[in-house]
């Protein structure tokens, strides 16, 4: 058995005009975790974002929504994980990923922040080493398109098959807290 994580940190963009972009996946999956387990974001100023304890099963996990702007996220997920001493190998990071199709998702850890400004900023303030819920939007085809389409709202098919990749993800988090990732990545990764 691997590393149990400890703190779940969602990316995304504060504010209600980015509550249903692509960008705010992150959000959107944390959010999922919440409902499904009776948990309650508060604003705690001193975490820089909205913080969840939430209880799953007899582990108990962090959730962190930054309410700072995406490429400033890493600070708020370091000051909560400094906070309680949680290592960096213990923490899940969850966002939009433009390389994966919609409705995909991948587990992984560590690598490079591919150009994402959350990552980037996770990587300044935490290392390379934490874990990544990848979640897939998809790519509009040509980069200089991508600002406005990851700050867009996905088609109502995507949308579908975005919630449903996090419905599937949310399914695996008891063996994710665990540490069971190499499970987690079999359910994950297999079509």
Same mark, same amino acid.
């Given at each position: #058995?691997?590393?149990?994580?400890? %703190?779940?940190?969602?990316?995304?963009?504060?504010?209600? $005009?980015?509550?249903?972009? !692509?960008?705010?996946?992150?959000?959107?999956?944390?959010?999922? *975790?919440?409902?499904?387990?009776?948990?309650?974001?508060?604003?705690?100023?001193?975490?820089?974002?909205?913080?969840?304890? @939430? +209880?799953?099963?007899?582990?108990?996990?962090? %959730? &962190?929504?930054? #309410?700072?702007? #995406?490429?400033?996220?890493?600070?708020?997920?370091? +000051?909560?994980?400094?906070?309680? =001493?949680?290592?960096?190998? =213990?923490?899940?990071?969850?966002?939009?990923?433009?390389? &994966?199709?919609?409705?995909?998702? !991948?587990?992984? +850890?560590?690598?490079?922040?591919?150009?994402?400004?959350? @990552?980037? /900023?996770?990587?300044?303030?935490?290392?390379?080493?934490?874990? !990544?819920?990848?979640?897939?939007?998809?790519?509009?085809?040509?980069?200089?398109?991508?600002?406005?389409?990851? @700050?867009? !709202?996905?088609?109502? /098919?995507?949308?579908?098959? &975005?919630?449903?990749?996090?419905?599937?993800?949310?399914? $695996?988090?008891? *063996?994710?807290?665990?540490?069971? #990732?190499?499970?987690?990545?079999?359910? @994950?990764?297999?079509?």
């Amino acid at each position: #058995m691997g590393t149990p994580i400890r %703190l779940i940190a969602g990316l995304g963009n504060p504010g209600s $005009q980015y509550d249903k972009t !692509r960008h705010n996946a992150g959000f959107w999956f944390v959010d999922e *975790l919440a409902r499904r387990y009776s948990g309650k974001f508060a604003v705690e100023k001193r975490f820089s974002g909205e913080v969840c304890k @939430l +209880q799953v099963g007899s582990t108990t996990v962090w %959730l &962190i929504k930054p #309410m700072m702007f #995406m490429n400033r996220s890493g600070l708020a997920v370091k +000051q909560l994980a400094s906070f309680y =001493q949680i290592p960096v190998e =213990q923490i899940l990071v969850a966002h939009d990923e433009l390389d &994966i199709a919609p409705g995909d998702v !991948r587990l992984k +850890q560590a690598g490079g922040h591919g150009g994402h400004n959350g @990552l980037r /900023d996770c990587h300044a303030h935490l290392s390379a080493d934490y874990w !990544r819920l990848r979640l897939g939007i998809g790519h509009p085809g040509d980069r200089n398109k991508v600002v406005d389409y990851v @700050l867009s !709202r996905p088609s109502q /098919d995507d949308e579908i098959v &975005i919630l449903r990749a996090i419905d599937k993800a949310a399914d $695996q988090i008891e *063996l994710i807290l665990a540490g069971e #990732m190499q499970k987690a990545m079999n359910a @994950l990764h297999t079509k």
